[in-house]
């Protein structure tokens, strides 16, 4: 079983990957229920508030392919005039939320985050 100490450390290390990506502006690891486990965010960003809206979005897309029948979505986009939100799922108890210069393609940004999170999905036990 994981130690705190190794939960924690895993965490940091997947923040810092998912920041070293080319084109992350910001990142936060987040649980399902919106709850702030990591994060690499401007201090004026309200932390806990960014975390449980990230949540409230991907919950709020994966009912509404529900109700449709349709496979629920692996993750979504937000399209802002500067950057895009980019929210997915991390394993079932946890999400990634990152903002990704909008200049940067989103293809290469989309495959690595989707790397970390379905590594930290399969490492990190909450």
Known sequence: MATQQMVKDSIHDAVAEIRAT???V????????????????RDEVPASAFAA????????????TN??????PSHLVAY?????????GAGERMLVSATVDKQTD?????????????????EVIL
């Open 26 to 41: 910001e990142c936060a690891v987040i649980s399902r229920d919106g709850t702030l486990i990591g994060k690499s965010l």
């Open 22 to 24: 080319k084109g992350v």
């Open 106 to 122: 989103i293809s290469p940004v989309f495959e690595r985050l989707t790397e970390i999170a379905s590594k930290m999905g399969g």
């Open 53 to 64: 809206i990230s949540a409230t979005m991907l919950a709020s897309a994966e009912a509404a």
């Open 80 to 88: 802002s005039r500067d950057v895009l939100l980019l929210v997915m």
């Open 67 to 72: 109700l449709l029948s349709i496979p629920e």
